[in-house]
């Protein structure tokens, strides 16, 4: 299953709409990876095991599930998240893209990306139109917070 949408981030074309810049979109963006349970409320715990200036890789355990992924971090550009195949779990990825087509005007790219084959997808369609419910809720929810932590001043310091 590949499933992808844009999430609008400032509205030129509305005067009075809070805008974000790229730099406080970036470093929300960052700070899901950084931590995750701000933005994912049934998540019990997250554990960053590796990091570096570029990757980062983390444990995060939901109830008795414990999922281990890697971040990649283009700075300014997108954030890649790669789970490995893990016991039951397929190997599947999330990649968020700022793109910015014209000055201030901001979006990220959520592409969602799992190893299923065709006939797979086929067989799992009615769960798969949850899924990209969920995800789709999942990342307004991001840009929500995203929002509320930039309104905060949470996002105006340099993140190492």
Do not use: C
């Amino acid at each position: 299953m590949k499933f992808e949408h844009l999430v609008e981030i400032n509205d030129i074309l509305n005067p009075i709409a809070d805008f974000l810049t790229r730099e406080q979109l970036w470093r929300g963006l960052v700070m899901r990876a950084d931590s995750p349970k701000l933005f994912v409320p049934h998540l019990d715990e997250a554990s960053i095991i590796d990091r570096t200036e570029a990757s980062m890789t983390r444990t995060l355990r939901y109830g008795n599930l414990s999922v281990t992924d890697t971040v990649n971090f283009v700075h300014m550009e997108h954030i890649h998240y790669d789970v490995p195949a893990q016991g039951e779990i397929p190997p599947s990825s999330l990649r968020m893209v700022i793109e910015e087509p014209q000055p201030e005007h901001l979006f990220v790219r959520f592409i969602y990306e799992n190893s299923a084959s065709a006939e797979q997808d086929q067989a799992e369609e009615m769960y798969n139109e949850y899924r990209r419910s969920a995800y789709l809720e999942a990342d307004i929810d991001t840009i929500r917070m995203i929002r509320e932590l930039a309104e905060a001043g949470r996002l105006d310091t340099l993140l190492n």
